[in-house]
């Protein structure tokens, strides 16, 4: 018999555990400062933080200890909506039905004041393909909103119109990259930005353009924002309330 015993392995930067029935993900960032745990709601596991690849052990026992914090971050996640022929989405303000269509995909207006359509072709039995053609209109048309009113706040702030783009986040609305030397600002939305009242999406455009000229979030950037778009705070509020639930749809 083997006088030394085996060694388990060491924990590693992307490792997956299961803590208390919460998938973990192990994740080593040089700019921590501490091991911490934070919610990625789009994959629904919980990030566990180290500054560095030696402190993974410490971040494991961190997430034992959390536990029941964590198990109660899982449960306050929204369940997932998946979109779906004859559901109605509220595109900044109108609402929208979603249909099946024998021709291209594409946003038909009422010219009665309806509800508009989105439709597109359904070409398979589980609706994947009618669900991809659905999310690459639906993220069409959040682009072409939100670059109006970037265009706006951004003219606001005598600032050159930065690249827009939107991407299919769940953990956060936006971001902004500044001009730097011989490269084009860029702002990037959560195309879900465009399910939320428009006065929420109007505050989010602002929100961003605002680190165009300023790359914090001090006080002096809030003024830049209320400036923009008036006070943060019931905007704020909102997305705080509401925007789990708009994270779920998709």
Not at 53 to 59: I, M
Request: glycine share 6%; aromatic share 6%.
């Amino acid at each position: 018999m083997s006088l030394f015993r085996s060694r388990s392995p060491r924990p590693a930067d992307g490792d997956r555990l299961q803590i208390a029935g919460v998938t973990v993900r192990l994740s080593v960032n040089p700019r921590a400062r501490r091991v911490s745990l934070r919610v990625d709601r789009a994959r629904f596991e919980v990030v566990a933080v180290a500054p560095s690849p030696r402190k993974l052990a410490e971040a494991v026992a961190f997430a034992h200890q959390r536990e029941a914090w964590m198990a109660q971050q899982m449960a306050d996640i929204p369940e997932q909506i998946l979109l779906a022929p004859g559901q109605t989405l509220t595109l900044f303000g109108r609402p929208a039905v979603l249909g099946v269509t024998p021709g291209r995909p594409r946003r038909l207006v009422d010219p009665t004041g309806g509800p508009d359509r989105i439709v597109a072709p359904a070409k398979d039995d589980d609706g994947e393909a009618w669900r991809a053609a659905i999310l690459r209109l639906l993220k069409r048309e959040a682009l072409a909103g939100l670059s109006r009113r970037t265009q706006t706040y951004a003219a606001a702030l005598k600032q050159p119109m930065p690249k827009v783009g939107v991407a299919d986040t769940r953990s956060r609305w936006g971001s902004c990259r500044p001009a730097r030397r011989g490269h084009q600002a860029a702002i990037r939305y959560s195309w879900r930005v465009m399910l939320a009242p428009p006065a929420i999406a109007d505050y989010l455009c602002a929100h961003e353009c605002a680190h165009l000229v300023r790359a914090d979030h001090s006080p002096k950037f809030w003024e830049v924002v209320a400036t923009l778009n008036g006070d943060p705070t019931p905007h704020r509020a909102w997305l705080r309330q509401h925007g789990a639930n708009l994270h779920g749809i998709g």
